[in-house]
């Protein structure tokens, strides 16, 4: 059952972004999330700075295809394994990538903790 959570959480982000859809993308994250959008930085500080990051993705990416797979996860944390290709619109850049999420989900469903770590190889 606990993966399945996962699972559910993960196919439903992952489509919404495949779909550019990224108002419902940050329906799978909860209000407080504790969102890293690269390991290195701090997190975001509010709802707001994890919104502007998503509503760009619409106007900058199209032609997404992913696929993932649940490598770990306990009552606290789930690692996935994640590919994804790509074009960036403006540059028509494909791209591959290959990330991992580390991502807590609260009993509602909701993503409460997300840090991410990705590989983009680029091509014209």
Same mark, same amino acid.
């Given at each position: 059952m606990l993966k399945e959570k996962y699972e559910k959480w993960t196919?439903?982000?992952? !489509? *919404? #972004?495949? !779909? /550019? $859809?990224?108002k419902r993308t940050l329906e799978t /994250? $909860?209000?407080n999330v504790e969102y890293y959008e690269?390991?290195?930085d701090k997190p975001? =500080?509010?709802? !707001? !700075?994890?919104?502007? /990051?998503?509503?760009i993705v619409a106007d900058n990416q199209k032609d997404i295809s992913y696929e993932f797979e649940?490598? %770990?996860?306990?009552?606290?944390?789930?690692? +996935?394994? #994640? =590919?994804?290709?790509r074009t960036m619109t403006k540059s028509e850049t494909k791209q591959e990538i290959d990330g991992i999420f =580390? +991502? %807590?989900i609260n009993d509602e469903g909701k993503c409460t903790y997300f840090k991410q #770590?990705?590989?983009?190889?680029? *091509?014209k």
């Open positions: 196919k439903e982000f992952m !489509e *919404s #972004w495949k !779909e /550019l $859809d990224w /994250l $909860d209000k690269n390991p290195i975001c =500080q509010n709802f !707001e !700075e994890v919104t502007n /990051l998503w509503n649940i490598i %770990s996860y306990n009552e606290n944390a789930c690692i +996935v394994n #994640w =590919q994804m290709t =580390q +991502v %807590s #770590w990705r590989f983009t190889r680029e *091509s």
